[in-house]
């Protein structure tokens, strides 16, 4: 049973609106949570990250939003870029469990021009 | 340049026939781990080492084995490759500290015949 969970396995944006990618969790105990993108023949990059003492955190484009009661939370990209196209995994941990992610299957944004 | 590189990055082999996929990060980090892959499934944690010489099972460690007998290597072996091998690989680095991220090789795309 997947412990993260990400519903959407793509989604097509227009350039220039909103990218919404959502993440779904059952594991009560996960404290930290990220998003990592992905491009073709390369590795996940870090994108950004919230801890659960928090509901919100932003850099620059990219918006993270935290839900706990929900289990819940979601990847803003305003406006959408072409070069955002990717595959967008969540991950999650324990925060007394280290690096031990656990990811999502992802999610493919197309943001067309 | 901080980076984390995997080698071979293509790589087609016949059951049975061990293997051995390298890593190795210049970073200093503590934290080094491997994941697999697969469509639909996201990336699955395969081993892990939270230090030289301390290496623990992920998720999905069987059929694989590790070493860490320096702290930039964690090659990954696999003893006796079988078809349900075929995966993507991507080996992983980060401080312990689990609010950091984990930077991530650029993956070696592994078939086994």
């Not at chain 2, 390298?22 to 080492?49: A, F, V």
Request: proline share 7%; aromatic share 12%.
């Amino acid at each position: 049973d997947q412990q993260v969970k990400q519903n959407s396995p793509s989604l097509s944006v227009q350039e220039g609106r909103i990218s919404i990618l959502n993440c779904d969790y059952t594991n009560s105990m996960f404290d930290y949570f990220l998003w990592y993108k992905k491009y073709p023949a390369e590795g996940p990059t870090f994108l950004i990250s919230i801890s659960s003492i928090k509901d919100k955190n932003e850099d620059g484009r990219f918006t993270v939003f935290l839900n706990k009661s929900a289990k819940h939370l979601s990847l803003h990209i305003v406006p959408s870029q072409p070069g955002d196209s990717a595959v967008y995994f969540c991950a999650a941990t324990p925060d007394n469990y280290g690096q031990n992610f656990v990811f999502g299957p992802g999610t493919r944004l197309s943001v067309l021009p | 340049e901080a980076q984390v590189t995997q080698n071979p990055r293509y790589l087609i082999t016949v059951t049975g026939k061990k293997l051995t996929v390298t890593c190795s990060q210049n970073m200093n980090h503590e934290y080094m781990s491997w994941y697999r892959q697969d469509p639909g499934l996201g990336l699955r944690q395969i081993y892990y080492s939270m230090n030289v010489e301390v290496t623990d099972k992920g998720d999905v460690p069987e059929g694989y084995k590790v070493s860490r007998k320096e702290k930039r290597n964690f090659p990954l072996i696999l003893e006796s490759p079988s078809p349900n091998q075929t995966s993507l690989y991507f080996c992983a680095s980060s401080l312990w500290d689990p609010n950091t991220e984990a930077f991530f090789g650029q993956g070696t795309r592994l078939t086994v015949v």
